[in-house]
T-cell receptor, first 114, second 114 residues
Framework: AQSVTQPDIHITVSEGASLELRCNYS??????LFWYVQSPGQGLQLLLK??????LVQGIKGFEAEFKRSQSSFNLRKPSVHWSDAAEYFC????????????FGTGTKLQVIP | DAGVIQSPRHEVTEMGQEVTLRCKPI?????LFWYRQTMMRGLELLIY????????DSGMPEDRFSAKMPNASFSTLKIQPSEPRDSAVYFC????????????FGPGTRLTVT
């Protein structure tokens, strides 16, 4: 069965600093991978997705993620964090082509300090 | 478009009472998903529909939970009888068939069962 691990439950960064959120997946083949963001009191919003091809994918709000097959990872990055990025971030996976059943990680809560 | 609409936003009820959560998906979307989010278990897929037909309800925790989608613009999730352990945030999401992974989430219903 597919699974997603986000090892960091909570991360604090200073505004303007760079950010990297970790995500590891377990799946027999290369799955489809996603990052979603959840602002307080809101539903989840898709940040970016990876299906195939270029392993560095760009998303909304200045985020990017890199797929590394050898490490089974799909880490999310942003060069300079803004206070409005404070939210919870979810990595997600689904079987290639079977994209209805998306499995979400447990989330990483990002706090941004001045 | 107004996005996915859920009602009520907050529900407080007593154990044993029936609870009905409502969802209006984005017009034109073919898929509808119900999720439950708790601190302990994270985000869990309960059930999803395609063209108003339930496709996979393996995530529904027990017979006390039921979901219907009588038409393309409305779905309900019912809990009867409710128990304190059902307290959670329940999200509805919808997506278009060609991009079923890109799920648009509603704001959620925070359910508290006392």
């Amino acid at each position: 069965a597919q699974s997603v691990t986000q090892p960091d439950i909570h991360i604090t960064v200073s505004e303007g600093a760079s950010l990297e959120l970790r995500c590891n997946y377990s799946y027999g083949a290369t799955p489809y991978l996603f990052w979603y963001v959840q602002s307080p009191g809101q539903g989840l919003q898709l940040l970016l997705k990876y299906f195939s091809g270029d392993t560095l994918v760009q998303g909304i709000k200045g985020f990017e993620a890199e797929f590394k097959r050898s490490q089974s990872s799909f880490n999310l990055r942003k060069p300079s964090v803004h206070w409005s990025d404070a939210a919870e971030y979810f990595c997600a996976v689904c079987p290639a082509g079977g994209y209805q059943k998306v499995t979400f990680g447990t989330g990483t809560k990002l706090q941004v300090i001045p | 478009d107004a996005g996915v609409i859920q009602s009520p936003r907050h529900e407080v009820t007593e154990m044993g009472q029936e609870v009905t959560l409502r969802c209006k998906p984005i017009s034109g979307h073919d898929y509808l998903f119900w999720y439950r989010q708790t601190m302990m278990r994270g985000l869990e897929l309960l059930i999803y529909f395609n063209n108003n037909v339930p496709i996979d309800d393996s995530g529904m925790p027990e017979d006390r939970f039921s979901a219907k989608m009588p038409n393309a613009s409305f779905s309900t999730l019912k809990i009867q009888p409710s128990e304190p352990r059902d307290s959670a945030v329940y999200f509805c999401a919808s997506s278009f068939r060609d991009f079923a992974y890109e799920q648009y989430f509603g704001p959620g219903t925070r359910l508290t069962v006392t």
